[in-house]
């Protein structure tokens, strides 16, 4: 399930969960698939340099390659654009899934909360971080408020 988000293979995370995979089953290096399709969702490694360059698009969430990523296949490519032309990305679908799966978003290091903070991804900030009115801000339950 983690390698499926991370790859923002989207058919496969569908499969694994309706199989009752574990979202919140962490990698041997404490990462949650919900933080590996957050990264994702904020560009991956091109998010993470144009980050520290401080490149605009990305301080909105809105990172070049959201939808897929390096190393990514022809036809996971054509997957990718047809996902985002649909109007959500597939790390996107991948994230929106996994929170109907009830990953934590405080699992791991970093987690889910703390990878939308890092990689300021906005368009899910209220969702995982809680704190939006109105939203169900998952995460936001046992927070003391």
Request: include cysteine; aromatic fraction near 4%; hydrophobic fraction near 30%.
């Amino acid at each position: 399930l983690m390698l499926s988000s991370y790859h923002t293979h989207a058919p496969l995370v569908r499969y694994l969960l309706s199989q009752n995979a574990d979202p919140n089953t962490l990698n041997d290096r404490g990462q949650s698939p919900l933080a590996g399709a957050v990264f994702k969702a904020a560009g991956g490694v091109r998010g993470m340099s144009a980050l520290r360059d401080g490149g605009e698009e990305h301080r909105n969430g809105q990172a070049d390659g959201a939808g897929g990523g390096g190393g990514e296949t022809e036809g996971q490519a054509e997957e990718g654009r047809r996902e985002e032309v649909e109007g959500m990305s597939a790390a996107d679908k991948i994230i929106e899934m996994l929170l109907e799966a009830g990953a934590d978003v405080d699992k791991g290091r970093p987690s889910a909360r703390e990878s939308v903070e890092m990689f300021r991804v906005e368009r899910w900030r209220g969702r995982i971080c809680g704190g939006v009115a109105g939203d169900g801000g998952v995460g936001a339950e046992g927070d003391g408020e």
